[in-house]
């Protein structure tokens, strides 16, 4: 399968703290990237999108930050809550081509 | 009032047996998806489809067949169901210049025995 020999990384935050979610992309053709929320037992959710020509990008409570130079994508989450345990997915799309590709996805568990 | 909904969320067979998971999205959206997750989390693409049209087929065995009925269902049919196919799989759906923005249901768990 795709993903022999890969282990779902795991990111260990205590509540309040905020969390940084890294993501490497390889395709420098793309030009679109976005964040997803998959909790337990649901389909992936979407959080954030950005565009190549920025390089960042605020929500309520998250911040996507684009690296182009390194091909570098982050998600921060500010004061992170237990209701943010989830397993978090970079995506990336070239040019309006219809096909999203996932990253392997990061685990965030919420210390209380 | 589900966005986009999808039948039976666990589906148990044995190896060999066909079966089929439906997939219904009432967004409007022209365009969905057929993705599988495997136990390590890792989501791949396999079929998209834009208004009943194929437009997305990724190196999946022809055991896999889709079908778009209409571009408010996608229905995915396996033939000959082997050990590996065991994944959750998730169908999607997009929308016209948005098509980054997928909306999903909420998985399949499939256990192939």
């Known amino acids: 399968g795709e993903s022999v020999g890969l282990h779902l990384p795991t990111l260990s935050v205590q509540e309040g703290d905020n969390s940084i979610i890294n993501c490497a992309y390889s395709n420098s053709a793309s030009d679109y990237f976005i964040w997803y929320k998959q909790e337990s037992g649901k389909g992936p959710q979407f959080i954030i999108d950005i565009r190549s020509n920025m390089d960042k990008r605020q929500g309520q409570r998250v911040t996507v930050l684009l690296n182009k130079t390194v091909k570098h994508l982050s998600l921060q989450i500010a004061a992170t809550q237990p209701g943010d345990s989830a397993v978090y997915f970079c995506a990336e799309n070239i040019g309006g081509y219809q096909k999203v590709t996932f990253g392997i996805g990061t685990k965030l568990q919420v210390i209380p | 009032d589900t966005a986009v909904s999808q039948t039976p969320k666990y589906l148990v067979t044995q190896m060999g047996n066909d079966k089929s998971i439906k997939c219904e999205q009432n967004l409007g959206h022209d365009t969905m998806y057929w993705y599988k997750q495997d136990s390590k989390k890792f989501l791949k693409i396999m079929f998209s489809?834009?208004?009943?049209?194929?437009?997305i087929n990724e190196t999946v065995p022809n055991r896999f067949s889709p079908k778009s009925p209409d571009k408010a269902h996608l229905n995915l049919h396996i033939n000959s169901l082997e050990l590996g196919d065991s994944a959750v799989y998730f169908c999607a759906s997009s929308h016209g210049g948005q098509r980054e923005k997928l909306f999903f249901g909420s998985g399949t768990q499939l256990s192939v025995l």
């Open positions: 489809y834009n208004n009943k049209e194929l437009i």
